[in-house]
């Protein structure tokens, strides 16, 4: 049967903000609140979030641009666009590793949402009041021990993800962003506010931006790549799966560098938000995963409106999570979809079940299966080293690799223009970035980082 022309088979986005908007509803979450103020915390402040801001830069924002452009150009899911641009080659695999990185990704990203959505119940529940510190720290630590809550807060946000899916791009993904992510970003500001007008704020802003490089480590190196990777949502496939649902008129280098800079912001507003407040509670910048579980309830309880400002934000951190889960889950969906020949909704529920099921072993990991560690890591952890410090940068290197050399300038720059006028002077730093800083930058910085070689 022929198709009329103008009839879409693909599912597309349906704006230009609609783009933008689940774009940067996928980069920003997690990602942003939750884990960049505790990662900076651990590996020492400013010098680490300098070094991010560079990779962000110099290898993000290319990589981000060179997603978008293999998806828009081939149409197809991570590894159907490679099997498309590159037929009967090994590059397809590239799309593979993306996809074992979603599940990976998606398992312990789950169990924080889960977090989340325990504190928002807490928040209604005017949990936090009257806590002292010490106390606001144990409720946290006694939520991630426990046998069974962890497992099935992650396991209903799994459903909402898996039911969001289902829907599909326009009406699902897209319509859920466009209006939640500007109420984030003015929940944010308010909370940064409060937070620098806290006594002894000028600590946490000094800790966030006066860099003491000696304090940098290998290690914290490798992580900062690795986030830039994680934030953006970058290196498995999330920006091709989305590039595909783009159309031709798009301005994809536009679209790169808004949602770059969204993701940024954010991340900055955040640790405006969180560090003032560690200094000003007493708590370790280098506490780990629950700086923002323990820190923020430290502030509502100081706020005039806390009660109401703590159900948003926890509301809001769920959000954004679930933004960027859809865009997680949507990776292996579309590769079950186009390659398996499923439809829509038996592919999401096959996926979702998949994933929730490693899921499980994440929730547990803090508590009943914490003696279970493999390379000195438990099982949440492991996920989450393998695929952001491993899987996220090798799959920015061969994405790099096969914009920069394999596709060619011709064509690529043919695809970029398809959108708009672009500057020459853009097109050729955007290669020269493509071909020869970011592979090498990603070579470097990962093979230092495992200990392959010492800088
Ligand atoms: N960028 C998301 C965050 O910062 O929370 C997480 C993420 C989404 C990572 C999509 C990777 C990805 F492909």
Redesign the pocket.
């Given at each position: 049967m022929s198709h009329k022309p103008g009839i879409k088979l693909r599912d597309s986005f349906g704006s230009k903000f609609g783009v933008v908007a689940a774009a940067a509803g996928?980069?920003?979450?997690?990602?942003?609140i939750w884990?960049f103020p505790y990662i900076t915390g651990v590996y020492g402040g400013a010098a680490f979030l300098f070094v991010y801001l560079g990779f962000i830069l110099a290898i993000g924002l290319p990589i981000m641009l060179s997603e978008l452009l293999i998806g828009r150009r081939s149409g197809r899911n991570a590894f159907g666009a490679f099997k498309k641009l590159a037929p009967k080659s090994a590059w397809k695999y590239i799309g593979l590793l993306g996809i074992a990185a979603?599940f990976m990704?998606l398992s312990f990203?789950g169990v924080v949402a889960g977090w989340s959505i325990q504190y928002i119940i807490l928040s209604i529940q005017d949990g936090f009041a009257t806590k002292s510190p010490e106390q606001l720290n144990s409720l946290f630590t006694m939520l991630i021990e426990s046998p069974q809550k962890p497992v099935y807060l992650q396991l209903i946000f799994m459903v909402l993800t898996g039911a969001i899916v289902i829907v599909g791009v326009k009406k699902g993904i897209e319509k859920f962003t466009k209006i939640l992510m500007p109420i984030l970003v003015f929940i944010l500001l308010a909370l940064c506010v409060k937070a620098i007008t806290l006594p002894g704020a000028e600590r946490g802003l000094e800790f966030l931006f006066k860099p003491d490089f000696s304090k940098l480590t290998s290690e914290g190196i490798l992580s900062a790549l690795g986030h830039a990777f994680?934030?953006?949502?970058?290196g498995?496939g999330?920006l091709i799966t989305y590039g595909s649902y783009i159309n031709r008129e798009n301005n994809l280098l536009r679209t790169a560098v808004q949602v770059t800079a969204a993701d940024t912001i954010i991340a900055i507003l955040s640790g405006i938000a969180i560090f003032p407040a560690v200094f000003a509670f007493g708590i370790e910048p280098s506490s780990g995963p629950g700086l923002v579980f323990i820190t923020l309830p430290n502030v509502f309880q100081q706020m005039p409106g806390g009660y109401i400002f703590s159900i948003l934000f926890f509301l809001l951190l769920t959000v954004a999570?679930l933004t960027?889960s859809i865009?997680?889950l949507e990776?292996v969906v579309a590769y079950f979809k186009e390659e398996f020949r499923l439809k829509r909704k038996p592919a999401t529920i096959v996926a979702t079940i998949l994933i929730s099921t490693l899921g499980i072993f994440c929730s547990l990991s803090m508590g009943v299966l914490e003696p279970y560690k493999l390379f000195g890591l438990n099982f949440f952890d492991l996920m989450d080293w393998i695929s952001a410090n491993m899987l996220?940068p090798l799959g920015g290197l061969f994405i790099a690799l096969f914009v920069g050399w394999f596709l060619g300038a011709k064509k690529v720059y043919h695809e970029i223009l398809k959108g708009g006028s672009v500057k020459r002077g853009l097109l050729y730093i955007f290669i020269f970035l493509l071909r020869f800083i970011a592979p090498i930058a990603i070579a470097i910085v990962f093979m230092d980082g495992i200990g392959l070689i010492s800088l």
């Open positions: 996928s980069a920003v979450g997690l990602g942003n884990k979603a990704i990203y994680f934030s953006l949502s970058l498995m999330t999570a960027s865009s997680i990776v996220l």
